[in-house]
């Protein structure tokens, strides 16, 4: 070690007064002392251990306001990013699901930076309730539907759907049992597992049938005087095909009818409108389920609802007074930016205004239109880069708690190159993102899922690498 160089450091205040720095509107001045700081510490080390000789440093201390303006502005980027997705999985959950209306994102920015009246009767001046923000909204948009005794429907909002599970399950379950087919005992997705969630809810799991087969009879034989609930959770992300049989909703419903146990379905997807007409026929909607007569429905707001995270309960009034109740309810509560989100996007469905909501959107894309699209983009990549692109027919994936097997046809954009993993890592490196496929050894561009206005942008990225 040479002591010698230790005295060539400069002290942090001096690095700060530099020309490079003392300029910079950048960062910001913490930011700018803790990287030099940082940086500091490094040369230190270095000189400590020996590495470093006095040219070696003296080329170091040159560029160092340069380092320390590079190193500050890097950690004051955010870690969460906005990112271009090219996949064609709609409600893609490692992408943050479904991507927010206009409308939404307006009404974030009119309650976000001011006060509301979350709690707060502006009519009578007294404290009023959350919950009134989305339940009136969520009657409209049920209006028609009633259980046999006229009951209307009534809905409360959570955090997610695992939360709305959760206390379903706790309120009119704890300590009994509920019936749930072997065929329906899932595992969604970042450990979240019925049974887990049944044991942590304190209530026990009674499964009946087998993986593939149940039936209405071995419901019907497993009800004791201890059954509190007849569930059906919906099988999110994978499909059954095959030898399979599964009571409908009306036959479970009918059941419990007969035995005065009520019927929770963990919906998941939370579809408000008929996929039918867009041809997925794997999805029932939410209004499907309640009008068959299922007691309470739970469901996520960021999946196919096309909202924000949330979870939804829909079901019959005494069953959701008993939940709002809970004291889970308190603390599976949400904020006021959950409902100014989920207010503006149930606005759309109330309008019938479904091009409103992106991920409805997105879902709608006629193949023509995304044909048209890649075609454009095509020729762009063309000409701004040295890569070939092909259109090629393919399928999107609807994701976000709808089986595999629920997608839609959409053209391809197939880049060949060298290596495709190559590529599609450096395109996850551009600036905004661009998360790819890859598929028989070419990167494959969805453009159902892309914002019309990122077409750009993913030619730049491409030109950026092509460039390289
Ligand atoms: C997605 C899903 C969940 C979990 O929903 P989150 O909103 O992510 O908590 C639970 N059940 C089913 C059937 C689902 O599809």
Known sequence: MNVNLFRELPSVDELLRSAVLANSTASSPVALREAARSLLAELRSAIT???????????????LPDAILTRAERTRRYSLKSVIN????????????????????????????????????TDSGQRGKRDIHAQRL???????IAYDDQMSVSTIVVNNCAAATVLALNTLADGGEVIVSRGELVEIGGSFRIPDIMAKSGAIL????????????????AITPNTRLLMRVSRSNFSLTGFTEQPSLDELVELGHRHNIPVFEDHGNGALVNLQAFGVAEVHS?????????????????????????????????????????????????????????????????DEEYDDVPALRMLRLTEADIFRRAEALKREIGSATHFAATIIPGSSMIGGGTPPTATLPTHLIALRCESAQKLESRLRAADPPVVARIAEGEVVFDLRTVFPEQDAQIVGALKAISNE
């Open 206 to 221: 009674r499964e009946v049938g087998t993986t593939n087969r149940t039936r209405i009879g071995d419901y019907q034989q």
């Open 49 to 63: 251990a020996g590495e470093i000789d006095a040219t070696a440093l003296d080329r170091r201390l040159q560029t």
């Open 286 to 350: 939410v209004q499907d389920s309640l009008r068959a007569g299922v007691n309470v429905v739970s469901y996520s707001g960021d999946k196919l609802l096309g909202g924000p995270q949330a979870g939804l309960l829909s079901g019959r009034p005494p069953l959701i007074t008993a939940m709002r109740a809970n004291p889970f309810f308190r603390a599976f509560r949400v904020d006021k930016l959950t409902y100014a989100a989920l207010a503006a996007t149930l606005t759309a469905y109330l």
């Open 86 to 121: 090219a996949t064609g999985v709609i409600l893609h959950t490692n992408l943050g699901r479904a991507p927010l209306s206009p409308a939404a994102i307006a009404q974030i920015s009119a309650i976000a930076g001011s006060y509301s009246n979350l709690e707060y009767d």
């Open 138 to 144: 969520f009657s409209r948009l049920f209006t028609g």
